[in-house]
Structure formats: C-alpha cells, structure tokens
C-alpha cells in the first residue's frame, strides 16, 4: 500500500508563488510516474504535470512556464513537488497527487491541497 500526502496549498493574490509537496510513503516501490491534478468548483479533475522516474517532465499547455514538477528520495521517503509561480485566479483549484502503478496494479491518490488565487 502507497499512502500519498498533499501540502503547502494556500490562499494567494495573484502574481505570488507556492510550491506544493506530496510525500509517499509505504510501497514505494509501485511507484513510477508521478502526476499533479488539479479540480476546480464545477469543473473536471484534469491533468497539470506528470514526472518519470528519469525525471522526464510534461505539463499541460496552461502551466507551462510558469509551474515546475520535481520530485526527489530522502530517507525511503518519495517526495513530488510542484512550484507554482506567477499564480492567476483561473488556478484556484485542489491539487491532488497522483502515482499509477502498473506494478502494483494500483491507482494511488492523496487527499488534495487547495490553492486559492484572489485578483
């Protein structure tokens, strides 16, 4: 079992910054990839950034430049980040972490962290 746990979401004016973590624990050994989402009120969950193990990134057309997705390994600790710069209202949204495992054959998710961008 992988336990996936979201942080450092916030409320925000516009044109700051955040970085969020996501901290794996467990099995990470079914871990490869590495996904943020992101699910605004009334909208559908949709993808903002995916990691590889190899740290092959992709990002979806409306973050590029301006959000960034690592990901790093301390003490058996799988932690994901996503610094987010240059922050509009249209990014208000729960970000979630999510980590497929094929492996596994699982589908691992945290618990989400809200970001709150006011004008």
């Known amino acids: 079992q992988v336990r996936l746990v979201e942080s450092g979401g916030g409320l925000v004016q516009a044109g700051d910054s955040l970085r969020l973590s996501c901290a794996a624990s467990?099995?990470?050994?079914?871990?490869?990839?590495m996904s943020w989402y992101r699910q605004a009120p009334g909208k559908e969950r949709e993808l903002v950034a995916t990691?590889?193990?190899?740290?092959?990134?992709?990002?979806a057309d409306s973050v590029k430049g301006r959000f960034t997705i690592s990901r790093d390994n301390v003490k058996h600790t799988l932690y994901l980040y996503l610094q987010m710069n240059s922050l509009t209202p249209a990014d208000t949204a729960v970000y979630y972490c999510n980590a497929p495992s094929s492996l596994c054959e699982a589908d691992y998710w945290g618990q989400g962290t809200p970001v709150t961008v006011s004008s």
């Open positions: 467990g099995d990470t050994i079914c871990i490869s990839a």
């Open positions: 990691i590889t193990p190899d740290g092959s990134t992709n990002s």
